[in-house]
């Protein structure tokens, strides 16, 4: 419910819509990248002027919007900004309160050992790790949930491990070490990790294409 997320955040985050309306947090798994980004470049390659991925997101994202013609509904994307420069919405917070995926912070740290540093939180999830994005919102304002009932995340981050993921994190998050700080079902491919790898502007070489400009 959007009540969950805006009773976490301060008003200036807040999701403007009443407290018991349906909201959905949309993941992308490991195989997104194989199942949605690959064929949708092959398909729309002379279409993609923009980010390939958010491209594809947003394809997929509006596809379910109509499958509900009778339904008012609404999609916040991750990379949406308002004018403001603040993000539309908060996405690790989001999956938090959705029960998607663990948002560890620096409060869920004990003998907190950096100082003056800013220190970023990062989500986790229970199959994936950190091999996974949060891509968007799909709201429905006009179905109202009020029985709806909270599912917590899973904490799948043992208290002594806490401190070792912040640090991969926000220290070596570029080696994506910090991926794996539990188990996980499945990860990105090689492919995968070195087209995330990849500055964007250099992305398009790897999907065999080129680069538009207006």
Sequence with gaps: KVGWYNAVLQPAFHLPYPDDTL?????STPSMFDKALKPFVNKERLKIIQDPVDQCVSHHLLGVREKFPDQK?????DYE???SRKPKF???TAAH???AAYYYQRKDVKLDPWGEKKIYGVCIHPKYGGWFAIRGLLLFPDVQVPFLKQSAPVDCVSTDKRIELLEQFNFHWQDGHYRDIIEVKERYSEEQKAYFATPPAERFRLLGLTRFTE
């Design 81 to 83: 900004i308002l004018p």
């Design 23 to 27: 909201a959905f947090v949309v993941l």
């Design 97 to 99: 309160v959705a029960g």
């Design 73 to 77: 509904v609404d999609v916040i994307f």
């Design 90 to 92: 908060l996405a690790q």
